[in-house]
């Protein structure tokens, strides 16, 4: 069973913690570029289509989290468990169309296709607490891939253009929008 598996692979972790020197004194921060790299490996495998490879290197990324997770729990911050608790109900919650609302008793939505899940997505992201669609693209990613994840999800909420004037004339209307923005705040200010 999978679930007796990983409760093993989990056990020799914690093992290797306990009686490896280097393992011992790794922490999350010794480890973290590591854990980039590893993630870099198994998309090289993806973009190779090497599936034996991609199998070890997701074998790779899994001691990572299995391993920030015990130095975590060492540290009283967090259990493996809650990792896997939060990340379940992270699913659940922001599928809506699979799972059910519980906001609206259960009852699942009916999406029409990909762009309405990618739509639905991020405005449950919004009610979780990010404050904008581009929250939550990592400063730390290298700087092109950065400016991409955030031309994607500018994209997704209609900041996406063919020509160039299509973009001018964007730029124009914000503009026009923040000075109405300006003029009825001095109004109000005048009052």
């Known amino acids: 069973m999978i679930e007796n598996r990983f409760r093993e692979f989990v056990g020799i972790v914690k093992r290797l913690r306990k009686e490896c020197p280097w393992d ?11 854990t980039i ?9 993806i973009d190779h289509k090497n599936y034996d490879e991609l199998k070890k290197e997701l074998g790779d990324l899994l001691l990572h989290v299995v ?12 259990k493996l468990e809650e990792v896997i608790d939060s990340i379940q109900e992270k699913l659940i919650r922001r599928h809506p169309h699979v799972f059910g609302d519980p906001a609206n008793a259960g009852q699942v939505v009916e999406v029409t296709g990909v762009h309405h899940v990618k739509k639905n997505w991020e405005a449950i992201k919004i009610k979780e607490g990010r404050k904008s669609v581009v929250d939550g693209v990592p400063a730390a990613l290298p700087a092109l891939q950065r400016a991409h994840r955030l031309q994607e999800k500018a994209s997704k909420v209609g900041f996406d253009w063919e020509k160039k004037e299509d973009v001018w004339k964007k730029v ?3 503009i026009e929008e923040m000075h109405r923005a300006e003029k009825i705040k001095n109004e109000k200010l005048k009052i």
């Open 24 to 34: 011992r004194e790794q922490t999350n921060d010794s480890i973290k570029a590591a």
């Open 37 to 45: 790299e590893e993630a870099y490996e198994v998309v090289e495998a």
């Open 67 to 78: 391993f920030h997770s015990t130095i975590a729990e060492e540290g009283n911050h967090f």
């Open 172 to 174: 124009i209307e914000e």
